[in-house]
């Protein structure tokens, strides 16, 4: 018994760790239901950027058909560019009529390239295991100095979903993530997904 709960322990530690995105803040309207029946996933992202647009809006349409939604792509539906030369009341009425009662948004905020740089030897040892031998101290010391370092370059994703009622055009909730250094952006997109899904039920935006 013993050993499975380290097993289990572990597993949740790995699955944890997996999930590089985090909720920096959300927000719900006082008024946001949860009767939303028909939902248009809406990325808006730069050209070059299409196969992370894609691969957002298919998740969050995924997780939220899960949910019991009618959940569409607009990339998948619309095209890459096809309210790039609407204005905002010709794309509401456009969903509208399309029987939409509400749209998710997704930005791409920002992106940004920390870089670290990471000593090649950082362990320590206490004084009296080295120190009382010339010899030892002096192989010990010349290793720390002498092995070289290195730079770690890390990726961070900054974005934020907005819910908005179609009739009303009012905005009912928002969350802004940020996505620590994720493997692809395929990976980005399962888990950015799962997080804002979660924050929503968890407000109560969206049903359990």
């Known amino acids: 018994m013993k050993t499975l709960n380290i097993l289990l322990l572990a597993g949740s530690i790995f699955l944890i760790s997996c999930n590089s995105t985090q909720v920096t803040s959300s927000w719900k309207a006082n008024k946001a239901t949860e009767q939303y029946k028909k939902i248009m996933v809406l990325g808006i992202i730069k050209e070059k950027n299409r196969t992370l647009r894609e691969q957002l809006e298919n998740e969050i349409v995924r997780d939220l058909r899960a949910q019991g939604y009618d959940a569409s792509s607009a ?3 619309y ?4 309210f790039s030369k609407f204005k905002e009341d010709e794309i509401a009425d456009q969903l509208k009529n399309s029987g939409y009662d509400a749209v998710l948004t997704t930005v791409l905020l920002d992106k940004t390239k920390d870089q670290r740089y ?3 030897n950082v362990s320590y040892q206490p004084a009296g295991t080295y120190y009382n031998r010339f010899g030892r101290y002096y192989s010990t ?3 720390k100095v002498y092995t070289p370092g290195y ?7 900054y974005l934020e979903s907005n819910l908005y009622d179609i009739k009303t ?3 009912v909730y928002s969350v802004q993530s940020k996505a620590f250094d994720p493997e692809s952006p395929s990976s980005l997109s399962n888990d950015y997904a799962k997080t804002i899904i979660k924050d929503m039920k968890k407000n109560n935006v ?3």
């Open 75 to 77: 990339l998948q539906e």
């Open 79 to 82: 095209g890459p560019k096809a």
């Open 118 to 120: 990471t000593p090649g």
């Open 141 to 143: 010391v010349y290793d």
């Open 151 to 157: 730079y770690t370059t890390s990726t961070n994703f």
């Open 169 to 171: 055009g009012d905005l």
């Open 206 to 208: 969206i049903k359990k």
